[in-house]
């Protein structure tokens, strides 16, 4: 079974601030690990994805995510947010196998304040 | 490229009745997924569609709820009848052989 813990429900940062959107996860497999963003009443659109090769991956809109095993975690970064960052921010993961079954965490609205 | 497509973007009806949603994948996309998004949750998979046979359809209430994916192309998720607790976001999405999985915009189902 696999899962993901999104730490923080609403996050608000100043514009030009540091982004951290904190995502754990539970895997009994090797993970496949996903940001998704979703902007108001539209679907969701992936930022980055981690699939077992660098660690650090990079993805759209200057977010970056690093993979840590020890941790199991998968945090989400953007050295200076703006204003078009305020979305809500879903981490998902899957397995490695067929399928590609995504489960998703619960979701962090980013808030991003003048 | 055009991306999924989903229809109706809005939709209100009255408990106990029935409803249809449709999704258009990406071109040559072999499968499609089904998810429901509760307000203030993830999206939730109801059902996964390899061409057109059932992959994972563990999580669908199939009391009420069906979906069907005729010719491998575009799917059909039917609820009836309605319950109040199906007041979601249906998001449609497909995917080719990598693991990325692309969203419409999903249906937004009111019952009252």
């Known amino acids: 079974a696999q899962s993901v813990t999104q730490l923080g429900s609403h996050v608000s940062v100043s514009e030009g601030a540091l982004v951290l959107l904190r995502c754990n996860y539970s895997?009994?497999?090797?993970?496949?690990l996903f940001w998704y963003v979703q902007y108001p009443n539209q679907g969701l659109q992936l930022l980055l994805k981690?699939?077992?090769?660098?660690?650090l991956v990079k993805g759209i809109n200057g977010f970056e995510a690093e993979f840590k095993k020890s941790e199991t975690s998968f945090h989400l970064t953007k050295p200076s947010a703006h204003m078009s960052d305020a979305a809500e921010y879903f981490c998902?993961?899957?397995?490695?196998?067929?399928?590609?079954?995504?489960?998703f965490g619960t979701g962090t609205q980013l808030k991003v304040e003048l | 490229e055009a991306g999924v497509a989903q229809s109706p973007r809005y939709k209100i009806i009255e408990k106990r009745q029935s409803v249809a949603f449709w999704c258009n994948p990406i071109?040559?996309?072999?499968?499609l997924y089904w998810y429901q998004q509760i307000l203030g949750q993830g999206p939730k998979l109801l059902i996964q569609?390899?061409?057109?046979?059932?992959?994972?359809d563990s999580q669908l209430p199939k009391d009420r709820f069906s979906a069907e994916r005729l010719k491998g192309v575009d799917s059909t998720l039917k609820i009836q009848p309605a319950k109040l607790e199906d007041s979601a976001v249906y998001l449609c999405?497909?995917?080719?052989?990598?693991?990325?999985?692309?969203f419409g915009a999903g249906t937004r189902l009111s019952v009252l």
């Open positions: 999405a497909s995917s080719l052989a990598s693991t990325i999985q692309y």
């Open positions: 895997s009994s497999v090797p993970p496949y």
């Open positions: 981690y699939t077992s090769a660098a660690t």
């Open positions: 998902a993961v899957s397995g490695t196998g067929g399928g590609n079954k995504l489960t």
């Open positions: 071109s040559g996309h072999a499968t």
């Open positions: 569609f390899q061409n057109n046979g059932v992959v994972d």
